[in-house]
């Protein structure tokens, strides 16, 4: 009978480990940035990492489904700037050529969809611009 509970027992660990695994969610991934500041202008290249926080590896082929940037931060979100995809360096980190007309705090916001994940990973990055 022991025997019996012991096994028992270990189905239902490995059950519940399977069940977590199925659970997780947009939530299990961040975007961080590459460099947190940068020199303001036309045309600058800004870049984030989307990290899987559970392993801490970098997550390459997400697709980026919307972008902005603004400078919410310094309380201007009106203040928007056009954003286009380029390249990035290195398998999991994602860049964005915009504009950073004047000193200050810029607000990336965006969104990707992750293979396997059914829900879309929003992600919040905030980077300062200086002269």
């Known amino acids: 009978m022991n025997k019996n509970l012991l096994l028992a027992s270990a189905f239902a660990v490995a059950m519940s480990l399977t069940n977590t695994a199925a659970i997780a969610g947009a939530t299990d991934y961040v975007f961080e940035p590459v460099a ?39 309380n201007m979100a009106d203040m928007a700037s056009p954003v286009a995809a380029v390249p990035g360096s290195e398998p999991g980190t994602y860049a964005f050529k915009t504009e950073m007309p004047m000193a ?3 607000l990336l916001s965006v969104a990707a969809k992750v293979q396997g994940e059914p829900e879309t990973v929003v992600g919040k990055v905030i980077f300062k611009a200086v002269k």
């Open 36 to 74: 947190a500041e940068l020199k303001k202008g036309d045309d600058v290249v800004i870049a984030v990492r989307l990290l899987h926080k559970l392993t801490g590896k970098p997550v390459p082929d997400a697709v980026i489904v919307r972008t902005r940037v603004d400078m919410a931060p310094d």
């Open 104 to 106: 200050g705090r810029y």
